[in-house]
């Protein structure tokens, strides 16, 4: 039978994963807003170039997140994205809330002063992305904000510097690097100050 007169298959016989999402590879960002006077960092494993000339880049935001409610209002952010070197802070950003914990206070952390909006950048990334906020798409449960590029910065020897990547945990490439946790530990939450654990929520 010709590939032509093969009967095709309902897609509603085909079930679809649930985690297929998780399933694949992308990069791994962080996202610096304001909040007032405080500066909030989040990871956001869905960060992409969306458009070449201008250079417009995206990150999709859950409803969990706080950092949802905050780049509106805000109408700017930067996007860090991580060298492999970077999964602890990684994994910090995206297991504690602004509201529980000031994630800028961590020794991991190192912020550098942006030129062009009033919110600071994560330093030791691959690139860091200075962005103006130009638009908001909704989807049924996430939310994308796309941002015009404004800035760039890179390190010193760029082609040194190697992307930390997510595909079930985050890894380098073909190697698991120091500081990151295996896909089976990956919700267990660091210790936080004083010896409590806040609760997890989306940063």
């Excluded at 030129?115 to 996430?142: N, T």
């Excluded at 082609?159 to 896909?183: E, N």
Aim: aromatic share 6%; with cysteine; net charge neutral.
């Amino acid at each position: 039978m010709s590939l032509a007169t093969q009967p095709s298959v309902p897609s509603t016989d085909i079930p679809i994963p649930p985690d297929l999402w998780k399933r694949l590879t992308s990069t791994v960002g962080l996202v610096t807003v304001r909040d007032g006077e405080r500066v909030n960092i989040m990871s956001a494993e869905w960060s992409y170039f969306v458009n070449k000339q201008p250079l417009w880049v995206a990150v999709v935001l859950g409803p969990r997140s706080a950092t949802r409610e905050l780049i509106g209002p805000a109408g700017e952010f930067c996007l860090t994205l991580c060298a492999e070197d970077q999964a602890a802070l990684a994994d910090l950003a995206g297991s504690f809330s602004i509201r529980d914990l000031d994630k800028t206070s961590s020794e991991l952390v190192s912020l550098a002063a942006a030129r062009l909006v009033s919110v600071p950048w994560v330093d030791g990334g691959v690139v860091a992305l200075e962005c103006q906020l130009r638009q908001e798409i909704a989807f049924p449960v996430h939310r994308m904000f796309v941002g015009e590029v404004v800035a760039a910065h890179l390190p010193e020897r760029p082609d040194s510097v190697r992307p930390l990547v997510k595909h079930g945990g985050c890894t380098s490439w073909g190697s698991v690097p120091s500081g990151a946790r295996s896909p089976s530990s990956r919700n267990a939450a660091p210790p936080a100050p004083y010896g409590s654990v806040p609760p997890r929520r989306r940063s």
